[in-house]
């Protein structure tokens, strides 16, 4: 049975996301765990109109408790979707940082290959960060990058 851990939030619901586990879930039994780490997101500050505030440009982080709550529930949703079309998948949020949170994940399992899910270059931290590349050093596991398109 095919063992994969796949790391992501902001892009755990998205579609070449799914293809990817629906590829592998079709090659061979197998089980997924997520990992969706608690990642702060950048969120438009919004004024009383509903627009952005100071002209649309403020941005700002969330709290890392508004952040935990949006990896529950983009969690949630995924793991709804993934049982609802017959994968086996369980999953967790873990911290904040994620190489921390998969190192947590990896300790004491056995996985066959990380799957790292991304936001598109121009707007991802974890491509920047050379996320799997540091995941592969640091695990030995292979790990197998996807970059969402939108």
Known sequence: MGRYLIVA????????????????????????????????????????EGSAALGGGTVLPSSPEHARDLAEERLKQALAKLQAAGIKAEGRVGNHNPVHAVEAAVKGSNFDEIIVSTLPKHLSRWLRQDLAHRLQ???????????ATS
């Open 9 to 48: 939030n902001q892009t755990l619901g998205g579609d070449e996301l799914l293809q990817l586990i629906s590829r592998r879930a079709k090659a061979e039994p197998s089980e997924f765990v997520l990992v969706v780490p608690a990642t702060p997101t950048l969120e438009q500050a919004q004024g009383a």
């Open 137 to 147: 050093y640091r695990t030995r596991i292979p790990v197998t990058q996807v970059v």
